[in-house]
């Protein structure tokens, strides 16, 4: 079976589920050739505190080595490429991540790109090489379901204008909704203490940072009781590894107005928009692929 091309782009410090994403990634590489991990831009966020999207996408290239050391897989920092650190609508210029989108790319016959963050990176590397969308196809976690009436969500704001010319350009994309859609992978610390601990050095961080966001989240010491947290990115990895854990529609791309809401527009190219997913399924596989064995 030819190997798919794939490429990560990743804010992975700006929360704890890219972690746990990039995890579910470099231990799914059967059949996968992952060509490059590019760091997304983030502002800062309650868990991580940056003065500038530089610092971010500096801590991200550092968070990402850290994982891929605690993998055995440190021969991947070599395909790590810094990105953007001004956003689509505030300059357009090209970056070494957008740069090497564009190589790879034009090199393959075919390469999906995986984006678990803001999708500026895409955005001007299409814009600098508008060519590449007949060569890739895009999975995007971002924005709400159309069950919510506005895409407040962490990835869609940052970069509307980024999104709308994603959207626009016709490139292959698959949406995957934050809320009420990947909202669903939902988990908690005695969850993943239960799969993870005792799957070496990679178990116990995943556990001790989920542990340590859910601290920095919480407003009374009641809070603790009943908690839980929804790892997000997880959902794209999953549809990327197995489409048949989730439900999907295509729809006429939808018109992006500047409140970040979506206008339905008739007899426009399609994009993919998920509906649904199955979460004992994307959790069951992740859990397995970590290490977790049933005595």
């Given at each position: 079976?030819?190997?798919?091309?794939?490429?990560?782009?990743?804010?992975?410090?700006?929360?704890?589920?890219?972690?746990?994403?990039?995890?579910?990634?470099?231990?799914?590489?059967?059949?996968?050739?992952?060509?490059?991990?590019?760091?997304?831009?983030?502002?800062?966020?309650?868990?991580t505190?940056?003065?500038?999207?530089?610092?971010?996408?500096?801590?991200?290239?550092?968070?990402?080595?850290?994982?891929?050391?605690?993998?055995?897989?440190?021969?991947?920092?070599?395909?790590?490429?810094?990105?953007?650190?001004?956003?689509?609508?505030?300059?357009?210029?090209?970056?070494?991540?957008?740069?090497?989108?564009?190589?790879?790319?034009?090199?393959?016959?075919?390469?999906?790109?995986?984006?678990?963050?803001?999708?500026?990176?895409?955005?001007?590397?299409?814009?600098?090489?508008?060519?590449?969308?007949?060569?890739?196809?895009?999975?995007?976690?971002?924005g709400?379901?159309f069950?919510?009436?506005?895409?407040?969500?962490?990835?869609?704001?940052?970069?509307?204008?980024?999104?709308?010319?994603?959207?626009?350009?016709?490139?292959?994309l698959?949406?995957?909704?934050?809320?009420?859609?990947?909202?669903?992978?939902?988990?908690?610390?005695?969850?993943?203490?239960?799969?993870?601990?005792?799957?070496?050095e990679?178990?116990?961080?995943?556990?001790?940072?989920?542990?340590?966001?859910?601290?920095?989240?919480?407003?009374?010491?009641?809070?603790i009781?009943?908690?839980?947290?929804?790892?997000?990115?997880?959902?794209?990895?999953?549809?990327?590894?197995?489409?048949?854990?989730?439900?999907?529609?295509?729809?006429?791309?939808?018109?992006?107005?500047?409140?970040?809401?979506?206008?339905?527009?008739?007899?426009?190219?399609?994009?993919?928009?998920?509906?649904?997913?199955?979460?004992?399924?994307?959790?069951?596989?992740?859990?397995?692929?970590?290490?977790?064995?049933?005595?």
């Amino acid at each position: 079976m030819q190997k798919r091309n794939v490429i990560l782009d990743t804010d992975i410090s700006n929360e704890v589920d890219d972690q746990f994403a990039l995890c579910y990634l470099i231990r799914s590489l059967d059949n996968v050739n992952l060509q490059a991990i590019t760091i997304a831009p983030f502002k800062g966020t309650g868990y991580t505190p940056v003065k500038n999207l530089a610092e971010g996408v500096d801590l991200s290239y550092n968070t990402a080595c850290e994982i891929l050391d605690k993998l055995n897989a440190g021969f991947y920092k070599d395909v790590i490429f810094k990105g953007a650190t001004s956003y689509f609508f505030e300059n357009k210029g090209i970056n070494p991540a957008s740069s090497k989108i564009i190589e790879i790319a034009k090199a393959n016959e075919h390469t999906t790109i995986i984006a678990i963050g803001a999708i500026t990176n895409i955005a001007k590397a299409i814009y600098h090489a508008p060519e590449i969308i007949n060569k890739i196809d895009i999975i995007w976690l971002g924005g709400n379901s159309f069950l919510t009436e506005k895409n407040n969500e962490f990835n869609f704001r940052q970069d509307v204008e980024g999104t709308r010319f994603v959207f626009n350009s016709k490139a292959p994309l698959v949406v995957i909704p934050c809320r009420n859609v990947a909202s669903n992978l939902s988990t908690t610390v005695y969850e993943l203490e239960h799969y993870l601990l005792g799957q070496g050095e990679i178990g116990q961080y995943l556990c001790n940072i989920f542990r340590n966001c859910k601290k920095a989240y919480r407003k009374d010491a009641k809070d603790i009781i009943g908690e839980s947290k929804t790892l997000w990115d997880l959902s794209a990895i999953a549809y990327f590894l197995n489409k048949d854990w989730f439900k999907t529609q295509e729809k006429s791309c939808p018109e992006i107005l500047d409140d970040t809401s979506y206008q339905s527009i008739t007899n426009r190219h399609k994009i993919t928009f998920v509906n649904d997913l199955n979460r004992d399924e994307i959790f069951r596989d992740f859990f397995i692929k970590m290490g977790y064995t049933i005595e």
